[in-house]
Every structure is written in C-alpha cells, then in structure tokens.
C-alpha cells in the first residue's frame, strides 16, 4: 500500500513496493499524460514532480514517494487556466508529435520556480529532456517567454 498527494488530493494505491512510480501514476491512477519514453530515467518524458522537484518517475519505485506531494501534467493547470509554461508553449508552437512534451514542461517548470529568470546555461543544465521532433529552439524561446510572464 502507498500513500501520497497527487495533484493536491490524497491517494491510495495497493501496489508492491517496487512497482516504478510511472507505472502507478498511468496504470492504477489514470493519469496517462505522463509517459514512456526510455524506461532509464535519461529522455525525461515521464517527468513528475516530488515535493516540488523534477524526478524521472520510469526510474524511482512507489516506495520512495510515501507521504510526498506529487504533481503530474494533469496538475499544473488550476481552474482550468493553463500555468505560464503550458501557455508559452502554445504560443511559441514548441509541440510537434507532443509526446516528450509533458514531461519537458513539467522539467521546466520546476526549473522556473527555482531559477524565475534562467540564463541560457541554466536552461542547458537543468533541460535534459530529449525531444525527437528537435524544437529546442522553440522550447528555449517559451521558457525565456515563460519567465517574462
């Protein structure tokens, strides 16, 4: 049994211990906004939050969230009003096929409440995400446009 807060609401799952906190989230949850990607924590498509920092949640098991505070894709907008990444993002058109970018949104969001106004090198620090589609420049742009906001 693992307890935590998801997206502000508390959350029961009865998993083993070890079961990969994606496979929680997508499987026994339903929040399927986080995805797949490697499987190896290295291409950042299923990036969460825990406490407030970004974790690669294919690569840490339940175990390790007991009690935490967790936020997905599905819990960044409030009121159905879209955080400032969410809107640079449509904005400056970064999505193509889309599907690395929840995790990448939820990357640079948690980058932007650390660091409000990033430098280039902050940004190529702390985005490791990969998108195969190649819209960094995009995505550097909305993050610039993110921090403005």
């Given at each position: 049994?693992?307890r935590f807060t998801l997206n502000g609401k508390p959350t029961q799952v009865d998993v083993?211990?070890?079961?990969?906190?994606?496979?929680?989230?997508?499987?026994?949850?339903?929040?399927?906004?986080?995805?797949?990607?490697?499987?190896?924590?290295?291409?950042?498509?299923?990036?969460?939050?825990?406490?407030?920092?970004?974790?690669?949640?294919?690569?840490?098991?339940?175990?390790?969230?007991?009690?935490?505070?967790?936020?997905?894709?599905?819990?960044?907008?409030?009121?159905?009003?879209?955080?400032?990444?969410?809107?640079?993002?449509?904005?400056?058109?970064?999505?193509?096929?889309?599907?690395?970018?929840?995790?990448?949104?939820?990357?640079?969001?948690?980058?932007?409440?650390?660091?409000?106004k990033p430098t280039d090198a902050d940004i190529d620090a702390?985005?490791?995400?990969?998108?195969?589609?190649?819209?960094?420049?995009?995505?550097?742009?909305?993050?610039?446009?993110?921090?403005?906001?």
């Amino acid at each position: 049994m693992a307890r935590f807060t998801l997206n502000g609401k508390p959350t029961q799952v009865d998993v083993e211990p070890g079961t990969p906190l994606l496979w929680v989230l997508r499987e026994q949850v339903g929040l399927t906004g986080t995805k797949y990607g490697c499987g190896i924590a290295q291409c950042g498509a299923c990036t969460v939050h825990v406490n407030g920092a970004p974790v690669r949640s294919c690569s840490i098991p339940v175990s390790e969230v007991e009690g935490k505070s967790l936020t997905t894709i599905e819990g960044l907008a409030k009121n159905g009003v879209l955080n400032k990444v969410q809107k640079a993002w449509l904005e400056h058109d970064v999505p193509q096929c889309g599907f690395c970018q929840a995790g990448m949104i939820m990357a640079v969001t948690a980058l932007l409440n650390q660091k409000p106004k990033p430098t280039d090198a902050d940004i190529d620090a702390a985005i490791t995400n990969i998108c195969r589609c190649g819209t960094f420049q995009q995505v550097r742009e909305a993050i610039h446009a993110a921090a403005k906001a």
